[in-house]
């Protein structure tokens, strides 16, 4: 799923799907990897949260590196965001 298609992010979101990567993809075009933990219990919320633009994929790889995770989009006045955490 391509960065930029909230209606979608909000969708993955939704079902319990976490992004876990962000690779070039298909012609050099962005995509998300998700992942969903089947056998885990309740979700525990992280101890770190950082909003970020979909489109800023310099920071989203960084933040991804280090063993962030995306789980929910964020709405502001300037548009939607990425929320992303690690425990």
């Known amino acids: 799923m391509a960065p930029g298609n909230y209606a979608s992010l909000q969708d993955k ?7 876990v990567g962000l690779k070039p993809k298909y ?3 962005w995509r998300y990897i998700f992942f969903r933990n089947m ?3 309740e979700e525990v919320p992280p ?4 909003d ?7 920071r989203q790889v960084a933040l991804l590196s280090e063993g ?3 789980y929910r989009l ?4 300037l ?4 929320r992303y955490g690690r425990s």
């Open 79 to 82: 548009g939607s965001l990425i």
């Open 13 to 19: 979101f939704s079902a319990g799907l976490r992004i």
């Open 68 to 70: 962030w995770t995306g």
């Open 39 to 41: 056998s885990a219990g």
């Open 47 to 50: 101890n770190e949260t950082a």
């Open 74 to 77: 964020v709405k502001t006045e």
């Open 52 to 58: 970020i633009d979909s489109f800023d994929t310099d």
């Open 27 to 29: 012609g050099g075009r």
